[in-house]
């Protein structure tokens, strides 16, 4: 059984291997967002490799927040930026993880199965969120 987690942040899946491996009996969870996921994709197979429990949740907006700040009032609009949907538990299972698309609270339950498990491989959440225009904390930093 793992001690309660430890929080890695907004950051990719290399730092909650690195986490994984500093704190071996407590679970890392890193939370961030869809484009940091498909920029970091393939630290994923380390964590597979290593055999290292991780909790991946990754908010799915179909979007690159920060860049949407950037884009969104000039002329080339949001095209380079937003993406269609997409399943990102897929190619997390194409890397040896647990993959699960959660669209409500019910689909969180594979979640409990999966920590009572003894688990020896990452679980990659794809956690749709609705999207209100990119992280409010982004606007208020980029100050556009």
Known sequence: MFHPGVPVGRTGPGSAIGTALAQPGRLPVAALGDGGFLMGLSELE???????PLLVVVHNDAMYGAEVHHFGSGTAGLDNVTFPESDLAAPARGHGCEGLTVRSADDLA???AWLSSSPRRPLVIDAKITSDGGAWWLHEAFGH
Not at 46 to 52: M, S
């Open 46 to 52: 380390t964590a597979v490799r290593l055999g290292l």
């Open 110 to 112: 594979a979640v409990k």
